[in-house]
């Protein structure tokens, strides 16, 4: 492989991977198994592998091939080369076919359209497909059928144009055919997953189109089905794709994917996997060959270098004998010239013949011997000697001396004949040596001699050495050319290796690449489908919301339309859809939001009637804002463009941006002008400066608003310009606008301008109000024939003038309304008014005697009730406002009699409430009423008509509390009315109060009600029930003035009932309870009187003792009671009587200390004589 074709294929890889899908048209014309680059039928995309050469073949191209090439360099972006290449086409049809791809791809449509036709007309059925899609995005639907109805071919093609088929006839709105359409076309057998997914989603179209949203959300799931089937197939074809074995694919199985919008990645990324793998193929063949290549060579170096070796090897060889041959040269010259050296000195030394040379050497070592001992003593006497010098310096005698000089000569002496002997001795042993060198001489001639031979045979070799050597070196020379040149050859393959892995790497890396894409394509299919899926699902539930209907599941349609809508936003929505699905969501956003809203106004109602604290509730609308705003910024030329812009402008206007807003409504109005929402965007921007103040402006925007197009936008404009007029203070202009609304009001059930009919007759009433004129309304309504609004004003009039506090002129309007509108509906409000002006004159009574009489002048009976119920015209608010303003005066008397005691207002609040209940007998307030009633009655002395109605509204009340009031109040009203000796009027109290306690256990009043039944029992000589009803207020605990009460009345029940005992007990009882002084001395009065009605009964017995010691008991403790002494004197004769004179003389002594001085002493005494004259 060459360099050139090396460096071939690494563009084609590059180009490979960067290759881009971009022409519409499709190639239908198989490929035969010699053609490069996997051009494959039904991919428009050729991959440039053809193009730069990476592939050879004999025959030429085809037309078909030629237009291919054509359509792969023009997806890559070269328009040039394209042109190129389709003036190299001969085929016409091919040749205007390429052109129109060239002009659809440069933008220029027309031209394009031009082409397909020319090419269709030529026999290029694509090209009827690729002008069929243009006249349909051109709405030109009919002449797209025309041209789809005649095209036939391959199934491929086929179902391209069924597919155009059903968009053609949706773009026409023959919605039903197309439906039915694609129900026979879903119909067919063995239809692929992919196609039927497309199929179904143009039904969806159709389906929805038609609002049919049970039906689309039907053809959502059998998508959702069919995504689930293609899934299945996809991953099959890719793994037959990555398969090495089964790396060609057939045009069948890329065919569905190829037509299927949302899967043409898909089938180009199978086509590029194929293209890989076949240059994949190529190359690793080409690897093949360079690699045996490699190693023949290897083989042939591994021979060459055993070779070198061998050579190598012998020249070393030779090289070392050479080496050796020079030292042994060497050697001997050195050798023979000491041998010469000796033989020449040998005669000199060889001066006498001895014994044998060994036993000389002995006994010339034994000699030397000696004398190195003798010469280590002469040392150590030296050393002897100069210490002794030393020492003994100057402390020798002259004698010591004499004989130390003498030893030192002694010594020398001695040292030199040592040094004497030494030289005769290395004499003789010189000598000796000399007599043993003979035999070695001559031994060294012979040596001189043999070595002269060897130096004449070391010649011979060396000229040989040399020869080899030199031939040896020269095969070295040969051996390295030719290594040098193999591992040039080595080092071409091995280049031209490392380039085929390089580019092989490079294909896989490439294939892995491509199959990674492959599945992101696979899955970025499969989530285009499904956000179609939830995008269809969105709109069906939004169908079913419009028409006010649930989804299947239950639920809100309107949050289940959102879910849908984001779940396709989130997914791979093909970017057609997306401005809608933004659009849908902002709208469904700003619905739900507004829901929101309206509940937490309910809830902030809700607690603000409870009294508890709330947060006031806000819109917003930031959500929708941000679908809004992205379509706006990412999706400029979006048919939901002005739309959006509308929506985002009013939420922004409604949180209370307005400048914003208005900014927004501009740059619509701009971008649009004639925008259907021309009118309610003039309409909103004059509202934001009538909010500002600056009403020139905002009458400005108002008068832009049209009268035909929308009637309630022009009404409310007219309206808003009154108001600014208004505001300018052109009070005449003013009334002028605001009658727009009135002369529409015929119409207003249909245009829902009531409201502002209302407000428009207000600001009439204050326009003529300000011009100081107000009954000049009425003449300007009759002028302009709207005579029938003149109550209406001058009741409106009659409310500002209120507000405004002029309730003379309020007064004034009133009596007008009365005189000149008798019958007038306005005429309750107006009485209403005139009532509550007279109040606020501080005419009370005046003002409430004409709410009072509101309860007969718009009676049952009453005129003006028959003319409006005859003509429809009585509200619930009317009824409800003569109810409060009857009500209202009969409480106004019914207070104002109970506080200043005056008979005569009851008398008046009784006849208004007799009214009240006669008109309004089933008001939630009847019952308080009728209880009023009554309680006037007891209040002016009617008790018997009090305790009836009491009695009544006992029974018939439903709150507990009244009808506990009300009993009670019966049970009052008997009591005044009962007179003592009145049997009939006791036992009702009696029944009475015994209803009451029964009703009621657990009452506050239920001891006020024992009490009151047991005085009446008392005043009827009932004792003995009355001191039982009497002993139930004690035993259950009453207040304490209660059970004082109780305990009197109980004891003077007992009393009257002669159980005078019992009697004591109770009002000991009460004695215990009483503080004071004055009331003990009361309490203590009674229990003595008890005592002394006791004594007196027992002494009418004939129990004279008993009766004694009772009047004692009674002398003793109460001496204070009044009574006391004639006790003690009653207890002295009763103990005399009893024959006990003993005590009765104490008693009597007794009575006379603490009376001395009274009359009772007196007597005391008279009884004491006689118990003392008696005892004698």
Known sequence: MTMKRLRALALTLSLLLTSLAGSRVLATDSVSPTFPSALLAGNPSLPLAYATGARFRKEPLTEREKFLLGLSLLSSGNTEGALRVSKLIKDQPLRTLLKGEVSLHEGK???????????????????????????????????????????????????????????????????????????????????????????????????????????????????????????????????????????????????????????????????RLRALRWEGKTLEAALRRFTDAEQRARLLEKALGSESKATEEALTRALEYRLSLDRIKRELEGLQNRLRFLLDSAPVLSLVSGPDWEKTKEKLEKLEDSLKRINLLLRETEETIDRTAKKGKGKLSEREKRLRSQAVRRFYLLRRKFFFLQGEASLLRARALNLAKDPVVRKGREILRRIEKLRRSWTTNSGRAERIIDDLLAARRYHRRREKHLQEIMAEVRKAKKEILTLLALVETAYEKEGETLASFLAGGVSRAKAVVHHLKGRAYLHLALAGEKPPGGGDPFSAAKEEFLSALNGALPESLVPEALYALGEISMTLEEALFARKMEEAERLEREGKNFEEPKLDFSESGKYFSRLIEEFPSSPYLESALYSLAYGLQEQGKTEEAVALYEKLISRFPRTRYADEINLRIGEHYFTIEEYPTAERYYRKVKEGKNPELYLTAQFKLGWSLYNQDRFLEAAGAFLAPLKAEKASEKLKVARLTAESLWMLGKCFIELGNPLGAEKFLKKEGLGRFAPSVILDMMRVLFDASRYDRVISLASHMAKNYPLAPELVESEKLASEALVKTLKEEEGYRRYAAMGT????????????????????????????????????????????????????????????????????????????????????????????????????????????????????????????????????????????????????????????????????????????????????????????????????????????????????????????????????????????????????????????RVYARIFSEFPSVEFSPLAGISAGKAYLKGGLEKEGINVLEEVTRRHGGTPFEGEARRLLAKAYEKRG
Do not use: C
Request: a positive charge.
């Open 109 to 271: 449509k027309k031209d394009a359209l031009s082409s397909f036709l020319r090419a269709y007309r030529g026999g290029e059925s694509e090209a009827g497909l690729a002008a069929a899609s243009l006249l349909i995005e051109e709405g030109r639907p009919d002449e797209a059928l025309t041209i789809l109805e005649k095209i036939s071919g391959t199934p491929l093609l086929e179902s391209v144009r069924d597919s155009l088929v059903l968009i053609a006839l949706l773009n026409k709105g023959r919605n039903e055919e197309a439906i039915s359409r694609a129900r026979s076309l879903l119909a067919r057998k063995n239809l692929p997953p992919a196609r039927r997914l497309e199929f179904l989603f143009l039904k969806g179209l159709g389906e929805t189109a038609q609002g049919d949203g049970h039906a689309l959300l039907s053809t959502t799931g059998e998508m959702m089905r069919a995504i689930a089937r293609v899934e299945k197939e996809a991953s099959s074809i890719k793994m037959r794709a990555l398969s090495p074995e089964n790396f060609l694919l057939t045009a069948e199985d890329l065919a569905p994917y190829t037509v299927t919008p949302w899967f043409r990645d898909t089938a180009l990324s199978l086509e």
């Open 857 to 1108: 002048l718009f009676g049952k009976d009453s005129a003006w009730r028959k003319w409006n119920e005859e003509k429809g015209t009585v509200t619930p608010e009317m009824e409800k406002t003569v109810e409060e303003s009857t009500r209202k005066g009969a409480y106004y008397f019914y207070r104002l009699g109970r506080e200043k005691k005056s008979h005569r207002a009851l008398r008046e609040a009784i006849s208004t409430f007799r009214v009240y209940l006669r008109e309004f007998p089933s008001t939630p307030y009847s019952d308080d009423v009728r209880f009023d009633l009554a309680r006037s009655l007891f209040e002016t002395g009617s008790y018997r008509s009090s305790a009836r109605i009491f009695s009544s509204l006992f029974e018939s009340a439903k709150s507990d509390k009244l009808r506990e009031a009300s009993l009670f109040m019966n049970f009052e009203s008997l009591k005044a009315l009962y007179r003592p000796g009145e049997a009939d009027v006791a036992e009702e109290i009696v029944r009475v109060g015994e209803a009451y306690l029964k009703a009621f256990p657990r009452s506050r009043k239920r001891t006020t009600i024992l009490l009151d039944v047991a005085r009446t029992l008392f005043n009827e000589k009932k004792f003995l029930p009355a001191a039982e009803t009497a002993g139930k207020v004690i035993s259950e605990g009453g207040a304490p003035s209660e059970v004082k009460q109780a305990l009197r009345l109980s004891g003077d029940s007992l009393f009257n009932a002669g159980l005078y005992e019992k009697a004591e007990k109770v009002y000991r009882k009460l004695l215990e309870r009483m503080k004071t002084r004055r009331a003990r001395a009361e309490a203590e009065k009674l229990v003595a009187l008890s005592l002394l009605k006791r004594a007196q009964k027992l002494e009418e017995e004939g129990k004279a003792a008993d009766a004694a």
